[in-house]
């Protein structure tokens, strides 16, 4: 009865606002509020404090979120790029309310389990972990090795959670320019010509997998795949044939707290 009613007032809402507007649309404003009043420009860290003490925007996405997604509302999102900058903000969103939902967490690594796995949300009337958000939706749904360097598990070495909303029409240059950040950040790639040992993030180990079908074309082994898909966006795409070695860059589960910085 609840879901039918909430269901029923958000359909209201958006009829009413069609008398203003050639069609109905999803609201992101509620979320663009969180990036510009919580995020950081330089890093992309979240204040927290601040975030936990005025969640009313962050609460107003996810609320709406919670009933109306690109499956129980298809009208809404006719384009695979207006689904996928749905899914992606989402995702972002509720791994920042669930920093919010254990407060004091230091590393989200301390409560991995939780905080990725057993922690539950309903978006579109449907159950989600963050985990299953990510695989069986975004990943399953999508095929797009780019959104590894949007997503943000809130912690420290995952990709900068940017204060620019996502659109559907400037969806593809976005998506390439995050990728580049993240591939031209010593943060997350860098070589070592002298030893011809490439250092990783452990993000293109762990998804090896959407990196190589990305570049199923490419000849070569595994590592060869990968290696041409971080050159893709590498301002100074690194020799293959100096690369002896590929190592991974240990993961900093800490929170993207500014109080870390």
């Known amino acids: 009865m609840v879901k039918a009613f909430l269901s029923l007032v958000f359909s209201l809402v958006l009829f009413s ?30 204040k927290y404090d601040q975030l936990s003490a005025y969640p009313e925007d962050l609460d107003a996405f996810l609320s709406d979120a919670r009933i109306v997604s690109p499956k129980t509302r298809p009208e809404l ?38 905080f990725f796995v057993f922690s539950k949300f ?29 997503l943000n ?10 204060r620019e909303p996502l659109r559907a029409d400037q969806l593809d240059e976005q998506l390439d320019r995050f990728s580049k950040n993240f591939l031209n950040s010593e943060q ?17 180990k762990w998804y090896q997998v959407d990196f190589i079908n990305a570049m199923k074309d490419v000849a070569g082994k595994k590592d060869d795949k990968v290696i041409a898909f971080v050159n893709k ?4 795409p690194i020799p293959r044939n100096q690369i002896k070695k590929i190592k991974y860059i240990p993961y900093n589960w800490t929170v993207n707290d500014v109080k870390n910085l």
């Open 153 to 162: 598990c809130a912690s420290y070495s995952c990709p900068k959670l940017y």
């Open 233 to 236: 966006y590498r301002d100074q």
């Open 188 to 204: 997350h790639v860098r070589f070592d010509a002298k030893k011809g040992v490439l250092y990783l993030s452990m993000i293109l």
């Open 77 to 114: 999102f006719e384009t695979r790029n207006e689904q996928l900058v749905f899914w992606l903000q989402v995702y972002n969103g509720l791994a920042m309310k669930n920093v919010l939902n254990f407060p004091g967490l230091k590393k989200t690594s301390d409560k991995k389990l939780r």
């Open 17 to 46: 606002s069609s008398v203003f507007a050639a069609e109905p649309i999803f609201d992101y404003t509620p979320w663009h509020q969180v990036l510009k009043k919580y995020v950081t420009e330089d890093k992309g860290f979240v």
């Open 122 to 150: 309903e978006v579109g009337e449907e159950e989600y972990s963050l985990r299953s958000l990510e695989n069986d939706v975004i990943r399953a749904e999508f095929n797009d090795a780019r959104i590894h360097f949007f």
